[in-house]
């Protein structure tokens, strides 16, 4: 097991629904110095340095206490925010920060579903594992209860409005396209859709929203991907992330 990460019994909920509990996370943030949703940076290190240079102005969404930041930070992108609903991260998340140089890295305390900046302010929203937790308890997953559609639009809505124009958002999830484009492709949004895989014998989704250039006719972006394997490694299936997880041959 990575020493930087804390064993799952000590911090994983009861139930799935405890996700969607702030003071889960609190707690959790309180024992828990690191854990990584969606395997850890360089898994996908190659994609998003397709998307992310040097002089872009990157939020992170739901930071937790992932090293995603600092990795970035090493990669030579300095203007980073960071936001979490979670006070206890936040401070955490701070002080590590500091303590390891990355003094320019802003860390806030915030809400992905009411941001608190102004319109146009980023080059780059990021999430890993963040939106996915909006979908716990959502009933069908092809018909999503209403309450999961309502705050799923909200935290779309926020990062869409907050992006500059040609800015980008980048969701690494484990959520399928026919589960997510529905959501992508709202007649609001003026994003084009396109994704990439990656993982050993399972496949994470890494989505490229990129502002002001969907088509003017609003056909939805299709690719042809092979999809996730049901075959998982015996990590996998001791890892957290697997919660998240929708298995179609089951339903």
């Known amino acids: 097991m990575d020493p930087s990460e804390t064993p799952k019994c000590d911090v994983a909920p009861a139930t799935a629904s405890a996700y969607l509990d702030p003071h889960y996370w609190d ?21 998003i340095l397709q998307y992310i240079t040097p002089n872009s102005a990157v939020l992170e969404v739901g930071c937790g206490n992932s ?3 600092e990795e970035l930070y090493r990669d030579g992108i300095t203007e980073l925010t960071c936001i979490d609903l979670s006070s206890i991260a936040v401070e955490k998340m701070k002080q590590r920060l500091l303590s ?55 935290m779309l809505e926020n990062v869409h409005r907050v992006l500059k124009p040609h800015g980008m958002f980048i969701s690494i999830t484990f959520g399928q396209p026919h589960f997510r484009r529905p959501f992508f492709n709202a007649p609001t949004f003026t994003w084009s859709v396109e994704w990439r895989t990656f993982g050993d014998g399972f496949h994470y989704f890494f989505y ?6 969907r088509s003017s006719d609003n056909t939805e972006y299709t690719e ?17 992330d697997y919660i998240f997880r929708t298995n179609l041959d089951d339903m």
Not at 224 to 240: A, G, V
């Open 100 to 154: 390891k140089g990355c003094k320019e890295i802003k860390v806030l305390e915030a809400d992905m579903l009411d941001l608190p900046f102004e319109d146009e302010f980023f080059d780059v929203v990021i999430e890993k594992g963040t939106m996915d937790v909006l979908f716990v308890d959502s009933g069908d997953p092809w018909n999503p209860e209403p309450v999961t559609v309502s705050k799923v639009m909200a």
């Open 224 to 240: 042809k991907i092979d999809m996730p394997s049901i075959t998982l490694f015996h990590e996998e299936l001791d890892n957290e």
């Open 27 to 47: 707690r959790r943030f309180a024992q828990e110095e690191h854990y990584e949703w969606f395997k850890d940076y360089s898994y996908f290190r190659h994609l």
């Open 67 to 69: 090293q995603l930041c």
């Open 208 to 213: 490229i929203l990129k502002k002001g250039e």
